[in-house]
């Protein structure tokens, strides 16, 4: 089943067709589409917030009484060995980076070399991914809800 993303607005739904063309080459482990989709994902806008919130998710419902730092070790170790055997090219740095920034104890000023978009968007599908396969959810509803929580913050911040 395609989802088509049509209720949302022009941005979102930017971000939830590149996600999707992302995750949906990453989970065929197709290299040459997902060289492809990263770079539509990197370009749009506020992608990695969206990403972001799918992984807190996804991190919550595979760890629902939390998680320490040796979980957070365990989903590092598994999701960049997994990555690694069709995308040699995968950085732990960036996958600690994205697993921090969606826990909400990243600080891109106390990192030396932050990753930068191009970055992010290689590297947060292998990650959702990962989790998904963990956790058996369904990557459409994941997005879904990310983008309503998206939505709710934005409200209470005007």
Request: proline content about 8%; overall charge negative.
């Amino acid at each position: 089943m395609t989802v088509t993303w049509r209720h949302l607005p022009a941005p979102a739904r930017e971000i939830a067709v590149a996600a999707t063309e992302a995750v949906d080459a990453a989970q065929a482990r197709d290299g040459a589409a997902y060289d492809r989709a990263v770079p539509r994902l990197a370009g749009a806008d506020r992608a990695g917030l969206v990403l972001g919130g799918v992984v807190r998710l996804l991190l919550e419902q595979a760890h629902p009484d939390g998680l320490d730092s040796d979980d957070v070790r365990q989903v590092l170790e598994r999701c960049v060995r997994s990555a690694a055997t069709w995308r040699p090219d995968v950085d732990p740095h960036v996958m600690l980076v994205l697993l921090a920034g969606a826990l909400g104890v990243y600080d891109p000023g106390d990192d030396d070399t932050p990753p930068d978009p191009v970055a992010v968007a290689g590297h947060a599908p292998l990650l959702v991914v990962d989790l998904l396969t963990v956790t058996g959810v369904p990557f459409a509803g994941c997005l879904e809800a990310a983008f309503a929580e998206v939505a709710r913050t934005e409200r209470h911040d005007d």
